[in-house]
């Protein structure tokens, strides 16, 4: 399971469902409340299919869909059973949402972006996203390269989780 926080742009909809995409759509952003977006992120939360996008690397034939959408192809994709625990939305400046969302590993943050976005009628895509908790790991455990480099051997074999350890889950 995994923990992102990021956000969402509305207006504007690109072809890879996150900002790295070409501009497909632009349109004007509808009056809308923190309220209003956390009912519509309601609406995620539990088990559904999701179709993985053409951007991802997801294989079909063996060639990474990526590589297929660089081409301008699109090809079928099977959806897959995602979950989502939590979705909720901390905060809105138009056109700007920052959201928390909670799931299962396999699920497309962007889709659902990109989703919100004609759900609520102007387009959106995921403008920032970052992993918070991935299964038993948070960021918060975490430590910066640099700060990693300026530490002793003994500290630094003090903060390395040993491979055996994972492994045990």
Same mark, same amino acid.
Do not use: W
């Given at each position: 399971?995994?923990?992102?926080?990021? =956000?969402?742009?509305?207006?504007?909809? =690109?072809?890879?469902?996150?900002?790295?995409?070409?501009?497909?759509?632009?349109?004007?952003?509808?009056?809308?409340?923190?309220?209003?977006?956390?009912?519509?992120?309601?609406?995620?939360?539990?088990?559904?299919?999701?179709?993985?996008?053409?951007?991802?690397?997801?294989?079909?034939?063996?060639?990474?869909?990526?590589?297929?959408?660089?081409?301008?192809?699109?090809?079928?994709?099977?959806?897959?059973?995602?979950?989502?625990?939590?979705?909720?939305?901390?905060?809105?400046?138009?056109?700007?949402?920052?959201?928390?969302?909670?799931?299962?590993?396999?699920?497309?943050?962007?889709?659902?972006?990109?989703?919100?976005?004609?759900?609520?009628g102007c387009g959106a895509h995921l403008a920032t996203l970052r992993r918070t908790v991935s299964g038993k790991f948070e960021v918060a455990g975490?430590?910066?390269?640099?700060?990693?480099?300026?530490?002793?051997?003994?500290?630094?074999?003090?903060?390395?989780?040993?491979?055996?350890?994972?492994?045990?889950?």
């Amino acid at each position: 399971d995994k923990v992102y926080e990021g =956000t969402i742009k509305f207006g504007e909809s =690109t072809d890879s469902y996150d900002a790295d995409g070409e501009l497909v759509a632009s349109l004007p952003v509808p009056p809308l409340t923190l309220e209003q977006l956390n009912e519509a992120a309601a609406e995620y939360v539990g088990d559904q299919m999701q179709t993985p996008p053409m951007v991802s690397a997801v294989k079909k034939g063996g060639v990474p869909l990526y590589k297929l959408a660089r081409k301008g192809l699109e090809v079928e994709r099977e959806a897959r059973l995602i979950h989502v625990y939590t979705f909720q939305f901390s905060a809105y400046q138009e056109p700007i949402a920052q959201f928390r969302l909670a799931c299962t590993k396999g699920t497309y943050v962007r889709s659902i972006a990109h989703e919100l976005g004609q759900k609520v009628g102007c387009g959106a895509h995921l403008a920032t996203l970052r992993r918070t908790v991935s299964g038993k790991f948070e960021v918060a455990g975490a430590i910066r390269l640099d700060d990693a480099l300026k530490l002793s051997q003994r500290e630094l074999e003090g903060r390395v989780i040993p491979f055996l350890k994972l492994a045990a889950g």
